[in-house]
């Protein structure tokens, strides 16, 4: 492979998320729109409230009527809601009311019964009422034609309520990109299998597979491919109806990294293969024919932390949605040493503090192996290339790894 420089992240993301296009939407229910990104922007069918209704349970008045207290009204009827009152209120009387109910004509305010004594017909009204208290105007919330939810909205569950509430039993929502992986590796084997002598389980496809699942694509799992090219080719063309192929391991300049020589013949065309990162410094971008292809290190801390920086923005981008990184800054819980050429992403616990940034404690070992470490960090603490050496206290960027 022909030298490259190293591509800076902000750089090869910005390449990665250049060359991808959106997927097509599809109509979804409500059921299944959690987490999913609009297509279309969601319109309001109709106006809510549709009347004027009560936000309390009490009485309905004209604050004309109660504005000296205490006052006594005559009861002529009562409305729940769903109901309605057909008859007009008139000087001197009210109309009992629950919430959610119409505003009987007549009536321009509700007086909450907490303020009122009943007797039987009768009513005194303990509190005088502003005009228009405790009613909930004929679209308050919205109105037919609205424009409730923006395209490109990730639905969170307010969201959906608020698609149920305009009346919109479905939406339009982008197709969840398949996103195809293998591993590479003649010592790898599956989680639950018996390990030879000198091999190791898989955690990357898993990883990878629950990774790309909450970024709302739809992993597909090929399995392990041998470290030889006839089989990376293989299994890599068991990839061609998916929207993505991301391999895993074979990335780097060993002698069993195979997986770009096996690929050339079946087209890949490589964008970029080298990021000034650690970990994950052999980060591949290109496309296999048509199908876009990352090539990720087989380090599973490295494939991880590629994973997080590279591949979830390209599945948030692939589904139109906000494909950017959500940083944060905390305070450093120990000193961290310069950094050099690289741009380092140091594993760290992260603690919330009452009412104060929150500290990113980086851990003493940082090997691109450990994965005891990387499920015990809250973040990643983010080093600039050439950072200087970082004190206890100083303020940090970091991207949080459990939102
Ligand atoms: P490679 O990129 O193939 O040179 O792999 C780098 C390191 O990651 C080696 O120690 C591999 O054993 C390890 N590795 C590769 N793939 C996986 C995997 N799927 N799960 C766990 N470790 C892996
Ligand atoms: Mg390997």
Known sequence: MAQQPLLSVEEARARILAALSTTQSEIVSLAQASGRVLAEEAIARRTQPPADLSAMDGYAVRADDVANVPAQLRVIGTVPAGGSFDGVLGRGETVRIFTGAPLPNGADSIVIQEDTARDGET???????????????????????????????????????????????????????????????????????????????????????????????????????RDNEDDIRAVASRAADADMLVTLGGASVGEHDLVQR???????????????????????????????????????????VCATLFLRPAIARMQGGDSALH?????????????????????????????????????????????????????????????????????????????
Request: proline content about 11%; charged content about 15%; hydrophobic content about 45%.
């Open 123 to 225: 009513v005194t009204v303990n509190e005088a009422a502003q005009r228009g208290q405790h009613v909930r105007v004929t679209g308050l919330d919205f109105r037919t034609g609205d424009a409730g939810l923006p395209a490109g909205r990730k639905l969170s569950s307010a969201d959906i309520a608020f698609a149920a509430a305009m009346n919109l039993p479905t939406l339009a929502v982008h197709r969840r990109p398949v996103i195809s992986f293998f591993s590479t590796g003649d010592e790898l084997v599956p989680p639950g299998a018996e390990p030879g002598p000198n091999q190791i389980v898989s955690s990357n496809n898993a990883g990878i597979a629950a990774l790309i699942a909450e970024a709302g694509g739809i992993p597909l799992d090929l399995e392990i491919a």
């Open 262 to 304: 096996a690929l050339a013949p079946a087209g890949l065309d490589i964008d970029f293969w080298k990021v000034a990162m650690r970990p994950g410094k052999p980060l591949m971008f290109g496309k296999l024919g048509t199908l876009p292809m990352f090539g990720l290190p087989g380090n599973p801390v490295s494939a991880f």
């Open 327 to 403: 940083t944060t800054l905390a305070r450093l819980g120990k000193p961290l040493p310069a950094n050099g050429p690289r741009e380092d992403y140091v594993r760290a616990a992260f603690d919330h503090v009452p009412g104060e940034l929150p500290v990113a404690t980086p851990f003493e070992r940082q090997d691109s192996s450990m994965l005891s470490v990387l499920a015990r960090a809250g973040c990643l603490v983010i080093r600039p290339v050439g950072a200087p050496a970082a004190q206890a206290g100083e303020s940090v960027t970091v991207l949080p790894l459990r939102p």
